[in-house]
């Protein structure tokens, strides 16, 4: 199916053409030691996408890649490590099943936690590169099967640790959906064929999903992960315990290079809490992108003991630093107002970092009208505040 693409001489001018304009690439090369150009392409297309969002496989020789959607609708390195660790710590590391393989991303780093993983995939084009890549990674306790989710939960009787699914969510006409009930497969459909075969089932959804509303349509939902990778919410993960009973437990997670940045609260909590709102004092609060999600306005103020700016204006403010706050940190150097003259003080060398909150201005309406470039190390923050529209010059803390 794809032996030809793995001859030495192909893989060197994949390797060798990583950063070529493919546009002009295929224009100018009808083929590589008798392999179409475009079947090329599609592999040095693939190997970029998988440098930085797959750097294992990047790195890996031999790799196979399949169709850019397959790449672009997979899971990251970073998420797929971060799904593995949750299912890692469940009763049993025993069998998990991918219902929905695809590309083969999650399953092998499922593999690295379980004794045996059951990839399924409907699409034999798709499971045989899957196969192939698996192998190259050194994943032997990957069982492949060519058949749909729906197919294999009718098939198979057997009780396993737990099952992942992560759908399609795209259409028969290839455009982007985001409901449970639009994504192929239907996990709806599937909830109860699901836990007679197990008790734990990791669903991953669209970061665009709306979470209260897929709660009142899933059952049994214990926690729900709203996770980001550098301040991006890349997914949303509802972990489904067929014994669970109560409330779920919302977390909000960012994934980086460095330590795990995790905010957990409930619903019933965030309504509960008073929230208080102050003009901003000496050190504002972006929270991440998971928390934004998230919803967990009143929990944030709450929790660190600090004031929200404006009811609409997801910023928070303080007196004193607070050190661990799950986002990015400013101090204020002052309040100001967008005149060019007054700012080239604060921003000499006339670079500065823009965004706005809740402020009448763009960020790129706010440059022009302030006449500074981007860059540098300064800060420029417009929001709206309880009483005004502010403008801060603030350096980033952390």
């Not at 399949?66 to 390195?77: D, G, K, L, R, T």
């Not at 379980?114 to 990957?142: C, K, M, W």
């Not at 101090?331 to 080239?344: F, Q, S």
């Amino acid at each position: 199916m794809f032996s030809d693409l793995l001859k030495p001489e192909v893989q060197s001018f994949i390797i060798q053409h990583e950063s070529d304009d493919l546009s002009k690439l295929i224009l100018k090369t009808s083929d590589v030691h008798g392999v179409q150009m475009s079947k090329v392409a599609t592999q040095i297309d693939g190997r970029k996408k998988a440098k930085e969002k797959l750097p294992l496989y990047y790195n890996t020789k031999g790799i196979v890649y399949p169709a850019a959607v397959n790449i672009e609708q997979s899971s990251s390195e970073i998420t797929a490590k971060f799904k593995s660790s949750i299912l890692e710590k469940l009763s049993g590391r025993s069998v998990c099943v991918d219902l929905t393989g695809g590309f083969g991303v999650d399953s092998f780093f499922l593999s690295r936690v379980f004794n045996a993983v059951d990839y399924i995939e409907p699409s034999n084009e798709l499971l045989e590169i899957a196969r192939h890549n698996h192998l190259q990674l050194g994943a032997t306790n990957i069982r492949h099967h060519n058949t749909s989710a729906s197919a294999y939960l009718n098939a198979v009787r057997s009780v396993v640790d737990c099952i992942y699914l992560d759908p399609s969510r795209r259409d028969a006409h290839n455009r982007k959906v985001s409901s449970l009930a639009s994504c192929e497969p239907n996990v709806l459909e599937l909830l109860h064929s699901m836990f007679q075969r197990t008790r734990y089932v990791l669903l991953k959804t669209s970061p665009l999903l709306d979470i209260t509303e897929a709660l009142k349509q899933l059952e049994k939902v214990s926690h729900v992960f709203i996770v980001s990778a550098a301040n991006e919410c890349k997914e949303v993960l509802f972990l489904l315990d067929s014994t669970f009973t109560t409330e779920p437990v919302i977390e909000a997670i960012n994934l980086s290079s460095g330590p795990i940045s995790s905010f957990r609260f409930t619903f019933s909590e965030e309504k509960r809490y008073q929230i208080s709102f102050s003009e901003p004092q000496e050190f504002i609060y972006e929270p991440n992108a998971s928390l934004l999600k998230a919803g967990a306005f009143k929990s944030i103020s709450a929790r660190f003991s600090i004031s929200k700016i404006h009811p609409s204006t997801h910023l928070y403010t303080s007196t004193n630093l607070i050190t661990d706050f799950p986002g990015k940190t400013f101090k204020v150097l002052d309040l100001v107002k967008p005149d060019p003259k007054v700012l080239r003080k604060y921003f000499p060398e006339g670079n500065a970092n823009i965004f706005t909150r809740n402020y009448p201005l763009s960020p790129q309406e706010l440059k022009t009208k302030s006449r500074l470039n981007d860059g540098g190390t300064g800060f420029l923050i417009g929001f709206s505040g309880l009483k005004k529209k502010d403008l801060a010059v603030a350096t980033q803390i952390s």
